[in-house]
C-alpha cells in the first residue's frame, strides 16, 4: 500500500488487490518508525484506479466484443498489466494520530500532522486497536465480534451513561443490539424500563429453545401489560398526566379541561379520587362539558389502567429488580390512551423518584416518537439525564428523532440506513460527517453495526452483533407458516 | 489462425532476449498516466528513414485524371498485421523494449478474428545485440552483417518480428488479400530484399496480393519541391496510379504498382502499394480491397484494428516496467531530464 495523497483530513492510498486487501470500515495503521509517530485511518471508500490509458483498453476490448480476440501473452507479463488494470484505491478518514513513547504506542485526537509518503501502511489489528482505544474499561460487555479480524468488540458501560442512539432499516438488528445492550447493563447490576413497542423484550427470561426453559436473567425481567398486570390508580397518576392526556391525546377542550382540573381538585382534597366520583361530579356541570368529561372518562376506565383498589407504583415495581434487571412495559396493539398514561405516568414517576435521589437506571424506548411528546422529549433529554435516566432510543426513522437528541448523543449503533436524508440526519450523532458514514452505513449487511461514540472514544468500530442465547423475537401472528 | 512460428522463435531466444547481464539498475521511460497516449515507437525511431524509404520521388509529375473505384462481388478473404514497439527504459547495461503483434483477419463470411502475440520483452545490451540482429537475418536467410547502434536495435527487432508476422500471414488465407502497414519498399535500411521477396512469393504461392498502405508518404518532384498530397483537393474517391512518375532508382527497389488512392469521400489519400496475385492487375485488386473492407477516415479497417490491438498504453508500460524490475531485481533510478533542469521554466 502507498500512500498517494492527503486531502483535508482524508488520504487517498493506492494497492493492489492481488496482494493486498482492504475492506471499507477497516482501519489503516500509518506509522513512521523514524519518527514514532503515525496515524490511524479508517478505509470510507474503495475504488478502481481511472487511468486514462484503461479507459482506452477498456473501450478498445468493449468495442470489440464482436470479434473473437485470442491473446498469446507471456504469462507473467499479463499478470502484471492486469495488475495496473486493476490497481485499487481507498478513501481513508484520519481519525487518530500514533505516538510512541519509549516504545509504547498511545493514541489521542489526530492534531493535523502526516507522515512522509515512504511509511509503512498495513490494516491495523482490532485488538491492537480496541486496546489503543482503551475501550473494555472496568464494565465490560461484549457487544460482538469486529468484521475484519473477528475479535470480541467489547465497551465500558460507563460509557452508556447518556443518550444513545440505535438506528437502522426494519430487519437490519438494531433491536437487537438493544437486547444486547440491555442483558450486558442488567448484567451489571443495572436497572432499565423497556417501552416495548412490539413485543419483543418480555420473553429474555426464556431460553432460546422454548418458553419452558428459563434463562439467567427469567428473575430480571419484569414483564408488565398495561391493563393486565400494570395499572394505577388515578392518584398516583396525578392530575398532570391526566389532564395532559384528557387533552393532548383524547382532545378535551379547554373550557372542560379547566372544568375537569378543578373537579380533580376538589375530589382529590375530599380523599374519594375514583373514576366514578369523577364522572358524578362531572354530571353537575353544563351537559356539554359534562359529556366531554363523561365520555372520556369512560374511554380510559375502558382501558383497565385505572383502578381504584391498590395500584401498581413504579417504587414497589424497581424493588424487583434492585439488583439489576428490566421493567418491559409492552405497548404492542395498545390504545393511545393507555399508551400514553402509561408513559407519562412512569415517566413522571420516574422523575420524582430521581429528584428524591432514586438510583439511576436507563430507559428503553423504542419507536419513542409513537409516545412521546415534544415536551416529555425536552424533559427526558435535559432534566432527566442529569438526574441519571440514561437512554437509548431505537427507531427506524431516525429522522423522527429530535435534533437536539442526536445532538446531544453519546453513542451511535449505526444499522444499515440506505436513505442518503436518513443518514445526513444522525451524522451529528456520530460526531463524524456525513462523507465518512454514509459508503459505511450503506453497505452495512444485516447485523452488522458501526458503533462510535464516547464508548469507543469516537472511533467507528464495525462489527457484527453476538447471537444471544434467550428468546429474543417478538411473536408476530402470521397467516403464512414458514418453511 | 496460425502464428505457432513467431512463437516458437521467441521461445526460442527467450533466454537470451531477457537476459539482465548483470543490470542493476532501470531508468524507467516517463510516461503519463494521466493523460491518453499511445505508445508505437516506431515513427520516432525511424523517422528519418521511414521518410527516405516512403518518399515518391516523382519526375516528370502532372496532374491526371482521377480513375474511379469498380464495384467487384466477389468476396475474398483479408488479413492483416501491424506491431508495435516501445522502449521500458534503459538499464546500466542496455535498453528494455516490449513488443506486440497483432493480426487481424476477415474471413470470406465475414468473421472478424484478433490474434495478439506479446508483447515480448527484450534486453538489447551491446553483449546480445548481435546474437539477436544475426539471429533473425539467419532465420530470413540472408548474410551475416554488423548490428546498428544499440538505440536502433528495439526498432529492429520490433521490424523483424513484424516482417515475420507479415510473412506468416501471406500463407493463411488462400485467394486473398494481405494488407502490411507501410510501403513495398524493399532493400531499405532495415529490411534486405530478400526477405520482402521471399514473403511475396509465399503470398503468391497462396494465390494472395499483398497490398502494402502507408500512413505517411512523403512526395516531392526531383527539383525538391514537396507535394503535401496528391488527391487531398479531389472530392471524389478514387486513385492515381503513379508509377510511371517514381523515379527509375526508387521503382527498382518497390515491390509493386504505386497508387495514391482516397479509399473515401471524407477520408485521407494513402500512398498504397500493390504487389497481385498471378493473373489479375493491381487496379482490380484495389477494387477488390474497397469492397471488401470498410474504412475509418479513409484507412482500412482491418489495418485499423491491428494498429489499435499493437500499440501500448501508458498502463501497460508501466506494468511492463514493474515485470522487469521485479523479475530482473533491478532498482528504480528516477529518470532525469537535464533540459527540464537547465532549460525549465521555458
Given amino acids: 500500500m502507498q500512500l498517494l495523497r492527503k486531502v483535508g483530513d482524508e488520504i487517498i492510498i493506492i494497492y493492489n488487490p492481488r496482494k493486498e486487501n482492504v475492506e471499507v470500515g477497516e482501519n489503516l495503521k500509518i506509522y513512521d518508525e523514524n519518527v514514532g509517530r503515525g496515524i490511524v485511518a479508517q478505509v470510507i471508500e474503495q475504488s478502481l484506479v481511472d487511468l486514462t490509458g484503461i479507459l482506452e483498453d477498456i473501450v478498445r476490448h468493449e468495442s470489440m466484443e464482436s470479434f473473437s480476440v485470442e491473446e498469446r501473452s507471456p504469462l507473467d507479463v499479463i499478470r502484471y498489466m492486469t495488475d495496473v488494470k486493476n490497481m485499487k484505491m481507498a478513501r481513508a478518514k484520519i481519525l487518530k494520530e500514533l505516538t510512541s513513547t519509549d516504545g509504547r504506542l498511545s493514541i489521542s485526537p489526530w492534531t493535523g500532522w502526516i507522515p512522509d509518503r515512504n511509511v509503512s501502511i498495513e490494516p491495523l489489528d482490532d485488538d491492537e486497536l480496541m486496546k ?15 468484521v475484519y479480524s473477528r475479535k470480541p468488540m467489547y465497551i465500558d458501560a460507563f460509557h452508556l ?13 438494531k433491536s437487537h443490539m438493544g437486547k444486547i445492550l440491555l442483558l450486558g447493563l442488567i448484567s451489571h447490576g443495572a436497572r432499565a424500563i423497556v417501552f416495548d413497542i412490539n413485543d419483543e423484550y418480555s420473553k429474555l427470561g426464556f431460553m432460546a429453545e422454548g418458553l419452558d426453559k428459563k434463562s439467567e436473567y427469567y428473575e430480571k425481567i419484569v414483564p408488565l401489560n398495561p391493563g393486565e398486570n400494570l395499572y394505577f390508580t388515578l392518584e398516583y397518576i396525578g392530575l398532570d398526566v391526566m389532564y395532559d392526556v384528557m387533552t393532548t391525546v383524547m382532545g378535551l377542550r379547554e373550557a372542560s379541561a379547566y372544568t375537569f382540573r378543578n373537579i380533580w381538585s376538589e375530589i382529590e382534597k375530599e380523599g374519594i379520587l375514583t373514576i366514578d366520583s369523577l364522572k358524578d361530579r362531572a354530571d353537575e356541570e353544563r351537559v ?83 409516545y412521546l411528546s415534544e415536551t416529555a422529549w425536552d424533559d427526558i433529554i435535559t432534566r432527566m439525564r442529569h438526574l441519571g435516566a440514561y437512554q437509548v432510543y431505537l427507531t427506524n426513522t431516525p429522522t423522527a428523532i429530535p435534533q437536539n437528541v442526536i445532538r446531544q448523543a453519546d453513542n451511535i449503533f449505526l444499522f444499515h440506513l440506505s436513505t442518503q436524508s436518513d443518514l445526513n440526519y444522525v451524522a451529528p450523532a456520530s460526531k463524524l460527517d456525513a462523507q465518512t458514514i454514509v459508503p459505511i452505513a450503506i453497505s452495512l449487511p444485516p447485523h452488522r453495526c458501526m458503533v462510535v461514540g464516547s464508548a469507543t472514544n469516537d472511533y467507528p468500530i464495525i462489527i457484527d452483533t453476538k447471537p444471544l442465547h434467550v428468546r429474543t423475537a417478538g411473536e408476530t401472528r402470521l397467516f403464512f407458516e414458514e418453511v | 489462425m496460425n502464428s505457432e512460428r513467431i512463437d516458437d522463435v521467441l521461445k526460442e531466444l527467450i533466454e537470451l532476449l531477457e537476459d539482465p547481464f548483470g543490470a542493476r539498475y532501470i531508468k524507467p521511460r516517463v510516461i503519463t498516466l494521466t493523460e491518453f497516449d499511445y505508445f508505437n515507437d516506431e515513427t520516432e525511431d525511424k523517422a528519418g528513414e521511414q521518410e527516405d524509404d516512403e518518399t515518391l520521388v516523382l519526375s516528370d509529375w502532372r496532374i491526371e485524371n482521377v480513375s474511379s473505384f469498380s464495384e467487384v462481388d466477389h468476396v475474398v478473404p483479408i488479413i492483416a498485421t501491424d506491431a508495435a514497439s516501445v522502449k521500458i527504459g534503459e538499464t546500466d547495461r542496455g535498453i528494455i523494449s516490449a513488443i506486440r503483434i497483432s493480426i487481424v483477419g476477415k474471413s470470406v463470411d465475414e468473421e472478424i478474428k484478433v490474434l495478439k502475440l506479446g508483447p515480448y520483452v527484450v534486453h538489447i545490451t551491446e553483449e546480445n545485440k548481435d546474437d539477436i540482429y544475426n539471429y533473425f537475418r539467419e532465420y530470413f536467410g540472408v548474410p551475416e552483417a554488423s548490428p546498428p547502434a544499440l538505440r536502433k536495435m528495439p526498432d529492429r527487432f520490433r521490424n523483424f518480428l513484424e516482417r515475420m508476422a507479415q510473412r506468416s500471414i501471406c500463407a493463411q488465407i488462400e485467394n486473398g488479400i494481405v494488407l502490411w502497414d507501410g510501403s513495398l519498399t524493399a532493400g531499405t535500411i532495415d529490411t534486405p530484399r530478400k526477405i520482402i521477396d521471399d514473403s511475396l512469393d509465399v503470398a503468391k504461392r497462396h494465390g494472395n496480393s499483398v497490398v502494402g498502405v ?25 486513385y492515381i496510379k503513379v508509377d510511371r512518375w517514381i523515379s527509375s532508382f526508387l521503382r527498382s527497389r518497390i515491390r509493386g504498382n504505386v497508387f495514391a488512392v482516397k479509399f473515401t469521400e471524407d477520408g ?31 484507412y482500412p479497417y482491418l489495418l485499423r484494428l491491428a494498429h489499435i490491438n499493437a500499440y501500448f498504453t501508458p498502463n501497460e508500460i508501466l506494468a511492463i516496467q514493474s515485470y522487469v524490475a521485479d523479475k530482473f531485481n533491478l532498482i528504480f533510478v528516477r529518470p532525469f531530464d537535464v533540459r527540464r533542469h537547465i532549460l525549465s521554466p521555458f
Avoid: C
Fill in chain 1, 288 to 370: 356539554q362539558i359534562a359529556e366531554a368529561i363523561t365520555r372520556r372518562l369512560d374511554q380510559i376506565e375502558a382501558t383497565n389502567i385505572i383502578v381504584d383498589r391498590e395500584g401498581k407504583t413504579l417504587e414497589k415495581l424497581l424493588e424487583r429488580i434492585s439488583s439489576g434487571g428490566a421493567l418491559i412495559i409492552n405497548l404492542k396493539a395498545k390504545d393511545p390512551v393507555t399508551i400514553a398514561i402509561t408513559v407519562q405516568t412512569i415517566l413522571s414517576k420516574l422523575r420524582e423518584l430521581l429528584e428524591s435521589g432514586e438510583k439511576p437506571l436507563w430507559i428503553f424506548a423504542e419507536e419513542a416518537h409513537f
Fill in chain 1, 132 to 146: 489503543l482505544l482503551n475501550l473494555k474499561g472496568r464494565h465490560p460487555m461484549e457487544l460482538g465480534l469486529t
Fill in chain 1, 161 to 173: 451513561q447518556g443518550i444513545n442512539i440505535i438506528t437502522g432499516k426494519k430487519g437490519s438488528g
Fill in chain 2, 268 to 298: 485521407f489519400t494513402f500512398r498504397v502499394d500493390i504487389n497481385p496475385a498471378e493473373g489479375i492487375s493491381s487496379e482490380h485488386v484495389l477494387n477488390l480491397l474497397r469492397s471488401n473492407v470498410s474504412f475509418y477516415n479513409g
Fill in chain 2, 214 to 238: 502507408s500512413k505517411n508518404s512523403w512526395l516531392r518532384l526531383e527539383d525538391g519541391t514537396r507535394i503535401i498530397s496528391l488527391l487531398d483537393n479531389v472530392s471524389a474517391v478514387g
